[in-house]
């Protein structure tokens, strides 16, 4: 079992960034699937980004390609979110999930979650 704990979130101005991190407990991160998801207020939570363990493969959500970049550090037992360019449909409470098994978006087959970040994006 992991136990996953997010941070970085908070208030900023469109165009900004901001880094977010999860904090994974156990000795076992690195055999982890890892995956971003977010959740704004009326709406269903959706895939952000993943990335896989092992070669650490990663994978985006079309509304972010280009703007996010999804890392693991697994000395470290921490995922992190590099969130550029934010916009204010950024807005959201940002979720990291954990899976054993084959890299996915599909939310349904995650196991493992962290309790959210809030970032806000004001226009």
Do not use: H
Request: net charge positive; glycine share 12%.
């Amino acid at each position: 079992q992991v136990q996953l704990v997010e941070s970085g979130g908070g208030l900023v101005q469109a165009g900004g960034s901001l880094r977010l991190s999860c904090a994974a407990s156990g000795r076992t991160f690195s055999r982890y699937v890892m995956g971003w998801f977010r959740q704004a207020p009326g709406k269903e939570r959706e895939f952000v980004a993943g990335i896989s363990d092992g070669a650490g493969l990663t994978y985006y959500a079309d509304s972010v390609k280009g703007r996010f970049t999804i890392s693991r550090d697994n000395a470290k037992n921490t995922m992190y979110l590099q969130m550029n360019s934010l916009k204010p449909e950024d807005t959201a409470v940002y979720y990291c999930a954990a899976r054993y098994g084959r890299a996915t978006a599909k939310i349904t087959e995650y196991d493992y979650w962290g309790q959210g970040t809030q970032v806000t994006v004001s226009s």
